[in-house]
C-alpha cells in the first residue's frame, strides 16, 4: 500500500535544543551548557521565585478555582494587568481607550497572532528584523503570512556594539507600511540595546518612513532589574503618538517557562476601532488554539494586581539581574586576568541574559570537542549558566581556545 508521507525533506535542527541534547548525552563528567535561554541559580539549578510557589499554593486551596474554559482573548484581569505593567499606570493610551491585551501563548504566541493580524487583516507583506536576531522572529512572521522578511543592521563585531548607521540606514531604505521588529531591552542575541538618543534617531526614521512597529519584550525586569528601565523604549514610542504592536513574555521574569504566559498589547490611535480590531483578532485566535491556559496567567495576575506580593515579585527579579551583572563582571575580570587576547569590555557593557561573545564557529567547535562546553555557533551564550563553580573552566577554556584559534583581526577575538 502506497503512503503519503513518502518524500517528506528531514527538517534541520533547532540548534538551541540539539545543542542541549548532545549535553544531556555527553558523558564528560565536567561540561557546561551555556545556550538554553533559561535562569539558573548559582548551583546550575532552575529557580521557582518563592512567590510563584505562594500564589500556586493559594490558588490550589481556592475551592473557587476552577478548569472551566478561559475566554478566547484569555484572562482579563491578567491582560489588563500585564499591560499597565508595560505602558505604566499613568499612560495616556491606557486612560484614553486606546490600548488593551490579549492573552497568548507566552512571546512566541503573541508575535503569532499580532504577525497574523497585521498580515491577514491590515494587509502588511513585508517585515525588518535585526541582523542577528532572536531565530525564530522569521519563521513566525512568515508562517502568519508575511511574504517578505528582510534585515536591518544591529551588531556591529568590530566594536561589539550596536551598528547604529547600518540600522538607520537599512530603516531608511526600508517600503512604506513595512513592519519592522524592535526588541524592548536585553537584545537576544547581542545583549546590546540603544541608548535613548539612539532610540529617538530609530523613532524618527520609523515615523518618517512611515513604517510600523511590532516590539518584542520577553525580558522587562529581567534585564536591569528595573521594571520601569525595561520600558523605556515602548513608552517612549507611546508618548510620541506611535501605533504599534508589543509582545510580553513573563517566561523569563517570572520563571513560568512552561506555563507559556504571553500577552498581546495593542496600542491604537483611534479608540472607535478597538472593537474591531479585538472582534479580528478573536477569529485569529478561536481559529488556531481557541483559547489560551488559565495556571500561568491566574498567577500573573494575583501577582500584579497585589502591592505585597508584587514588592516581593520585583525584590526576586533584582535577584536574577544582579546574579547576571555578577557573571558578567566575573568572567570579564578572569578574561582580563588571564591575558587574553582581544578586547571583552563588551561582556560588561551588555545587559540581559545573553552575551554576544565574539567567539567565532570554529572557536565554539573547540570548546565542545576538548571542554565539553555548549555554546551557540554564533558565540552567543547564557550568562545564567555561569556560576562560582564552573566560571574558572570557562575562562581558562576560552582563554586556551582564542590561542590556540587566534581570530583574523585580534580586536574581536
Same mark, same amino acid.
Given at each position: 500500500?502506497?503512503?503519503?508521507?513518502?518524500?517528506?525533506?528531514?527538517?534541520?535542527?533547532?540548534?538551541?535544543?540539539?545543542?542541549?541534547?548532545?549535553?544531556?548525552?555527553?558523558?564528560?563528567?565536567?561540561?557546561?551548557?551555556?545556550?538554553?535561554?533559561?535562569?539558573?541559580?548559582?548551583?546550575?539549578?532552575? *529557580?521557582?521565585?518563592?512567590?510563584?510557589?505562594?500564589?500556586?499554593?493559594?490558588?490550589?486551596? !481556592?475551592?473557587?478555582?476552577?478548569?472551566?474554559?478561559?475566554?478566547?482573548?484569555?484572562? !482579563?484581569?491578567?491582560?489588563?494587568?500585564?499591560?499597565?505593567?508595560?505602558?505604566?499606570?499613568? =499612560?495616556?493610551?491606557?486612560?484614553?481607550?486606546?490600548?488593551?491585551?490579549?492573552?497568548?501563548?507566552?512571546?512566541?504566541?503573541?508575535?503569532?497572532?499580532?504577525?497574523?493580524?497585521?498580515?491577514?487583516?491590515?494587509?502588511?507583506?513585508?517585515?525588518?528584523?535585526? =541582523?542577528?536576531? *532572536?531565530?525564530?522572529?522569521?519563521?513566525?512572521?512568515?508562517?502568519?503570512?508575511? /511574504?517578505?522578511?528582510?534585515?536591518?543592521?544591529?551588531?556591529?563585531?568590530?566594536?561589539?556594539?550596536?551598528?547604529?548607521?547600518?540600522?538607520?540606514?537599512?530603516?531608511?531604505?526600508?517600503?512604506?507600511?513595512? +513592519?519592522?521588529?524592535?526588541? &524592548?531591552?536585553?537584545?537576544?542575541?547581542?545583549?546590546?540595546?540603544?541608548?535613548?538618543?539612539?532610540?529617538?534617531?530609530?523613532?524618527?526614521?520609523?515615523?518618517? /518612513?512611515?513604517?510600523?512597529?511590532?516590539?518584542?519584550?520577553?525580558?522587562?525586569?529581567? &534585564?536591569?532589574?528595573?521594571?520601569?528601565?525595561?520600558?523605556?523604549?515602548?513608552?517612549?514610542?507611546?508618548?510620541?503618538?506611535?501605533?504599534?504592536?508589543?509582545?510580553?513574555?513573563?517566561?523569563?521574569?517570572?520563571?513560568?517557562?512552561?506555563?507559556?504566559?504571553?500577552?498581546? +498589547?495593542?496600542?491604537? =490611535?483611534?479608540? /472607535?476601532?478597538?472593537?474591531?480590531?479585538?472582534?479580528?483578532?478573536?477569529?485569529?485566535?478561536?481559529?488556531?488554539?481557541?483559547?489560551?491556559?488559565?495556571?500561568?496567567?491566574?498567577?500573573?495576575?494575583?501577582?500584579?494586581?497585589?502591592?505585597?506580593?508584587?514588592?516581593?515579585?520585583?525584590?526576586?527579579?533584582?535577584?536574577?539581574?544582579?546574579?547576571?551583572?555578577?557573571?558578567? &563582571?566575573?568572567?570579564?575580570?578572569?578574561?582580563?586576568?588571564?591575558?587574553?587576547?582581544?578586547? *571583552?569590555?563588551?561582556?560588561?557593557?551588555?545587559?540581559?541574559?545573553?552575551?554576544?561573545?565574539?567567539?567565532?564557529?570554529?572557536?565554539?567547535?573547540?570548546?565542545?570537542?576538548?571542554?565539553?562546553?555548549?555554546?551557540?555557533?554564533?558565540?552567543?551564550?547564557?550568562?545564567?549558566?555561569?556560576?562560582?563553580?564552573?566560571?574558572?573552566?570557562?575562562?581558562?577554556?576560552?582563554?586556551?581556545?582564542?590561542?590556540?584559534?587566534?581570530?583574523?583581526?585580534?580586536?574581536?577575538?
Amino acid at each position: 500500500m502506497s503512503t503519503r508521507f513518502s518524500g517528506i525533506k528531514l527538517g534541520p535542527p533547532i540548534e538551541v535544543f540539539a545543542l542541549s541534547k548532545a549535553f544531556a548525552d555527553d558523558p564528560q563528567e565536567t561540561k557546561v551548557n551555556l545556550t538554553v535561554g533559561a535562569y539558573r541559580t548559582n548551583e546550575g539549578k532552575p *529557580w521557582v521565585l518563592p512567590v510563584v510557589r505562594k500564589v500556586e499554593k493559594a490558588l490550589a486551596n !481556592d475551592t473557587l478555582q476552577n478548569h472551566e474554559y478561559l475566554p478566547v482573548l484569555g484572562l !482579563d484581569a491578567f491582560s489588563r494587568a500585564a499591560t499597565e505593567l508595560l505602558l505604566g499606570q499613568n =499612560s495616556a493610551t491606557l486612560l484614553q481607550g486606546r490600548a488593551f491585551g490579549i492573552q497568548c501563548l507566552s512571546g512566541t504566541g503573541a508575535l503569532r497572532v499580532g504577525a497574523e493580524f497585521l498580515a491577514r487583516t491590515l494587509g502588511f507583506d513585508t517585515f525588518y528584523y535585526s =541582523s542577528p536576531t *532572536w531565530e525564530n522572529h522569521k519563521l513566525v512572521f512568515i508562517n502568519a503570512g508575511f /511574504k517578505k522578511g528582510c534585515e536591518y543592521r544591529y551588531w556591529n563585531p568590530a566594536t561589539r556594539s550596536i551598528d547604529i548607521d547600518g540600522l538607520l540606514a537599512d530603516l531608511s531604505d526600508a517600503p512604506e507600511n513595512a +513592519v519592522v521588529i524592535l526588541h &524592548a531591552c536585553a537584545h537576544n542575541p547581542t545583549g546590546c540595546d540603544p541608548t535613548p538618543e539612539q532610540w529617538a534617531k530609530i523613532a524618527s526614521v520609523i515615523e518618517s /518612513k512611515r513604517l510600523f512597529t511590532f516590539f518584542d519584550c520577553a525580558y522587562q525586569g529581567f &534585564a536591569s532589574g528595573n521594571l520601569d528601565q525595561d520600558a523605556y523604549a515602548v513608552r517612549y514610542f507611546e508618548k510620541l503618538g506611535f501605533e504599534f504592536l508589543c509582545a510580553q513574555s513573563f517566561a523569563k521574569n517570572f520563571g513560568l517557562y512552561n506555563e507559556r504566559v504571553g500577552n498581546l +498589547v495593542v496600542v491604537m =490611535s483611534d479608540p /472607535k476601532e478597538l472593537i474591531q480590531t479585538k472582534s479580528q483578532l478573536t477569529l485569529i485566535v478561536r481559529g488556531m488554539y481557541s483559547n489560551p491556559p488559565n495556571h500561568g496567567a491566574r498567577i500573573v495576575a494575583s501577582v500584579l494586581t497585589n502591592p505585597d506580593l508584587f514588592q516581593e515579585w520585583k525584590e526576586h527579579i533584582v535577584t536574577m539581574a544582579e546574579r547576571i551583572k555578577g557573571m558578567r &563582571a566575573g568572567l570579564y575580570e578572569r578574561l582580563l586576568k588571564l591575558g587574553t587576547p582581544g578586547t *571583552w569590555e563588551h561582556i560588561i557593557n551588555q545587559i540581559g541574559m545573553f552575551s554576544y561573545t565574539g567567539l567565532n564557529e570554529r572557536q565554539v567547535e573547540h570548546l565542545k570537542d576538548h571542554y565539553h562546553i555548549y555554546v551557540m555557533r554564533s558565540g552567543r551564550i547564557n550568562m545564567c549558566s555561569l556560576n562560582e563553580k564552573n566560571l574558572d573552566y570557562v575562562s581558562q577554556a576560552i582563554h586556551d581556545t582564542i590561542k590556540k584559534f587566534p581570530s583574523v583581526d585580534e580586536n574581536c577575538a
